[in-house]
Nanobody, 120 residues
């Protein structure tokens, strides 16, 4: 059993900051990547940021320069620091991980999602 648990969402004013955290736990053998996706009402889920092998990062163009992803390999956690938030950042944010379980299954695992609302 593998679980990804997110925390840190909420309501913030435009220009404000939030920090999302995600912890992966359970029967994990190896993690290849961790990242964040978001889904706004009526839109498809999209990649926000991802980190590979704990070092290589990838960001959506819309968040470059404003968001920063980081990972603690020892704790199997990933954080997303979101600054200069805009109303269009409003969405449910999902943690994702490409990992292999202790019994040899590799696949994508998802958290339950956390709401981020940017509004005055």
């Amino acid at each position: 059993q593998v679980q990804l648990v997110e925390s840190g969402g909420g309501l913030v004013q435009p220009g404000g900051s939030l920090r999302l955290s995600c912890a992966a736990s359970g029967s994990i053998f190896s993690i290849y990547s961790m990242g964040w996706y978001r889904q706004a009402p009526g839109k498809q889920r999209e990649l926000v940021a991802a980190i590979f092998s704990g070092v290589i990062t990838n960001y959506a163009d819309s968040v470059k320069g404003r968001f920063a992803i980081s990972r603690d390999n020892a704790k199997n956690t990933v954080n997303l620091q979101m600054n200069s938030l805009k109303p269009e950042d409003t969405a449910v944010y999902y943690c994702n991980s490409d990992l292999t379980t202790s019994w040899g299954r590799r696949g994508d695992y998802w958290g339950q999602g956390t709401q981020v609302t940017v509004s005055s």
